[in-house]
């Protein structure tokens, strides 16, 4: 069969199987597993297993359960509430302060957490009420804490980058520190906009509760220790102390430690609800990547991957209008997946053809999960939004998705700065792992 022509009976039947909402996983399986029989014959079949298993014989998919077993035990507990009220509380005196303390409580429990959905409910619950209580409007209250909860997947550590990593054979640790700058640049163009968003709205600023210095320091021994951690795994990570996968380990152990010690989570079935949690996620994602692995092994079999770079590449486009048209398509196919499905079946054909261009491979990294993030708060998925409207049903989701707009201008203009100075990602690599040969 010809590359072309398999390409696109490929790309319709994936599509049709999620429109009828077969799993993820399972539509890449179905899908491989059809084509590569039409191959092969029956034959095929003997090897499925093997690149199945495969798929998930890589030591570093060990960090992916350790990291979602540390975010579910920081979900697990209120850390969330405490560290919004300890933002609110040290920040009371800033014009804007609740709103910063809102984005800045996302940007560090979804570092916490590693999940998007959690961080929303996590902050969300807390900050929504308050802000609505204190007059800002409902659409930048509910979409702030709708685009705050995106960083998760950008600002480190990330389960995301650590499966782009696996997906593109790149270093897990420089990607980590490729996403750190420009997540924090994202932060700070959220909380810009929500200071003006809620200045034109008329929103008084000098509505400020009175906090004294004790209550400020009191709240800090149930913070810090987590904050503590990430520092810890992000030292050891970029010190050359230990691996990924030991690093979460370590990461998993002291949070489930901390919050035994912090919030006295002695119950045996709040530790089991932490690891029946973990479990699930951790077998969704490894069952898409061993999928995966059986996906791409189909592609190649019928020169799929390799035809379309060829393709491109011989079209002599300009390299940013290559990028355009790269990033156009990662928004739409994000608009209808999770980023970790998006990253499993188009980051290992696209990544050659990007590199080909002049483009710097982690810089890339930052530029598709950026996108991924705009998919999160974007409908028909957009699971954030849904999150969101669950802790505030009296707030339309059209108010939602109206006040979630601009964050997502926020991050397309996050990516044209990005375009235009690659060096905030790239810098902080080169400084601290030295420049990639």
């Known amino acids: 069969m010809d590359p072309s022509t398999a390409g696109l009976l490929v790309g319709l039947m994936v599509f049709v199987l999620l429109a009828i ?5 399972f539509t890449l399986a179905i899908t491989a597993v059809t084509f590569l029989v039409m191959d092969r014959g029956l034959l095929a079949i003997s090897s499925l297993a093997d690149n199945f298993y495969g798929g998930l014989a890589e030591f570093t998919l060990l960090s992916i359960p350790m990291f979602i077993v540390m975010g579910a035990a920081v979900a697990a507990t209120p850390a969330g509430k405490d560290l919004y009220e300890a933002l609110d509380r040290w920040l009371n005196r800033v014009p804007g302060g609740l709103i910063i303390s809102n ?9 916490l957490s590693g999940s998007s959905p959690a961080t929303c409910a996590a902050i969300g619950k807390m900050g929504i009420p308050e802000m609505r209580q204190r007059g800002y409007p409902d659409g930048v209250a509910t979409g702030a804490i709708a685009a705050g909860g995106t960083l998760g997947i950008l600002i480190p550590p990330s389960i995301t980058m650590i499966v782009y990593g696996i997906a593109t054979e790149t270093s897990i640790g420089r990607l980590f520190l490729a996403g750190l700058v420009p997540g924090i640049m994202l932060t700070g163009l959220f909380m810009a906009w929500s200071i003006y968003a809620a200045s034109r709205a008329g929103y008084d600023f000098s509505d400020r509760r009175e906090v004294t210095w004790g209550q400020r320091f009191s709240i800090l ?22 691996t990924p996968s030991e690093a979460a380990g370590v990461g998993a152990a002291f949070c489930i430690l901390l919050a035994i010690i912090i919030y006295r989570m002695w119950n045996p079935k709040a530790l089991w609800t932490i690891l029946s949690t973990s479990m699930r996620e951790s077998v969704m994602i490894l069952m898409i990547i061993a999928c995966a692995a059986l996906f791409s092994q189909m592609l190649s079999s019928f020169y799929i991957t390799q035809s379309a770079a060829e393709a491109i590449a011989s079209a002599g486009l300009n390299k940013w209008v290559l990028m355009g048209s790269i990033n156009v398509f990662l928004l739409i196919a994000g608009f209808f997946l999770p980023p970790v499905a998006v990253i499993l079946m188009t980051a290992p054909i696209l990544l050659p053809i990007v590199m080909a261009a002049g483009f710097d ?5 930052v530029v598709f999960t950026i996108n991924m993030e705009i998919g999160l708060i974007t409908p028909p998925v957009g699971l954030n939004l849904y ?15 109206r006040g979630a707009f601009p964050f997502m201008l926020c991050m397309v203009l996050a990516i044209v700065i990005l375009c235009i100075f690659p060096g905030i990602v790239t810098w902080l690599p080169d400084l601290m792992m030295g420049p990639e040969i």
């Open 103 to 111: 984005i800045g409580a996302c940007s560090i429990f979804a570092a």
């Open 21 to 25: 909402g077969v799993p993820v996983a």
């Open 361 to 365: 491979p982690y810089w890339f990294a």
């Open 221 to 242: 021994p149930r913070v810090l220790p987590f904050i503590m951690i990430i520092v810890g795994v992000l030292y050891v990570l970029y010190g050359g102390v230990a």
């Open 387 to 401: 999150v969101i409207n669950g802790i505030a049903p009296d707030v339309p989701l059209s108010t939602i998705l």
